[in-house]
């Protein structure tokens, strides 16, 4: 299966990339997702989100989901 | 309900002024209130002088999150029309980031309501600040809370 | 502080857009919130469709008043400035009645500010409604509570 | 000694004048003031106003100032 991962502000800077399509079976939580992506655990202070709604980090992917990771957000 | 971010800086009170005008023409006589909020970039922050800040934000989800307070809102009080105003990108001190409007018939809505989206705002829309300081840049670590 | 009073029409976004821009030019990147609240008159009240009003207010009192009670605000809170606009004479619905702004370095500040400063005007600052039914008039018995 | 005395509102409209003059010796509270105008019981819901200040129906005039009975304000 397919996933677009997209990350923001200091984890985006940090990640050294601000996406990255990951193709791989075996890949059912939003936690799993940031497994494949070599980059140590997933902090827990690091929000995510799917298809641009907020989701947990053990919320289920599937083929086609966009999942964003950030930091807590700093608007207004 | 009206949503829009800036690139570029943006005039707050004349937006309202435009969007009343033109959006609520027909309404006239019917909103006894108006509540609103405008923040706007200081050059000081956590102790530090700050000559710049660029805003970052997720394009589609930003806007379906403020969609989405904008919405809880009109169903948690009586509201007659919701309008906010976002800027992205670079900003300097003196320059309006966001506005949040609310018009209701009475006041105690329009207050609670305003208060209400910039609270969401604050902790749920995706935007993040990076700040300039003297020769170095730090990214925002938190909101402060509004209460 | 500002305060005052317009026989004729006025525009509140322009007003507050001019204050900000003609006092506050010094204070640039020192006020991060802007909290305001405009009263219009609406068509419609207590079940009856209200074609005018009038408002009377007691010259020299009435703005004693509205001093007193910012000055209770600026020591309640930290804030950088008031402004208050009140219209009086004869006013038709869709027209501005009241524009209340508040400048504060933080938002709690300027929120709480604004709506203190609005419900004691409701209920202190010494004006009076006498609304204009159809054929005849009316004057307002009492304000409403706004929380 | 001498009161001016205003009026507002529909009390204005009921005592038929928005000012007075009043001079007598022998007024020294608000109440006193209003039992000279021959209009009657003050109502307790009228608020009044010494020299621009909120006063209470009790509280002591003296030559010269301004007196002003209205109804409960309904501004904003």
Redesign the interface.
Known sequence: MSIRV?F???L?EQVGQSEQEIMSKGVGTVSEVWAQLGEGELPADILC?IN???AEHDSSVKDGDEV?F??????? | MKIQLHPEPF?P??E??NHQRQQLRNQ?????????????????NEGDQVSAMT????P??TE??LEKIAETAYQRWELIEVFIQ?RVGEIK??QP??LVAVWS????N??DA??FI?EE??????????EDLDGQSR?????????
Chains 1, 4 share one sequence.
């Not at chain 2, 990214?139 to 209460?147: A, I, L």
Request: net charge positive.
């Open positions: 997209k923001f502000a200091s985006r989100a641009m709604d907020y964003a950030f930091p807590p957000v700093t608007g207004g | 005039n009170w004349q309202l002024e006239q006589g019917e909103f006894g209130a108006t509540a609103s909020f405008v923040g706007t970039m200081r050059d000081f805003l970052e934000y997720y589609g989800m379906k999150q976002h001190p003196g980031i966001v018939s009475h006041r105690g329009a207050f305003c208060r910039m705002l604050k902790h749920r829309a995706p935007f993040w600040k990076k990214w925002v670590e938190s909101n402060t809370d509004g209460y």
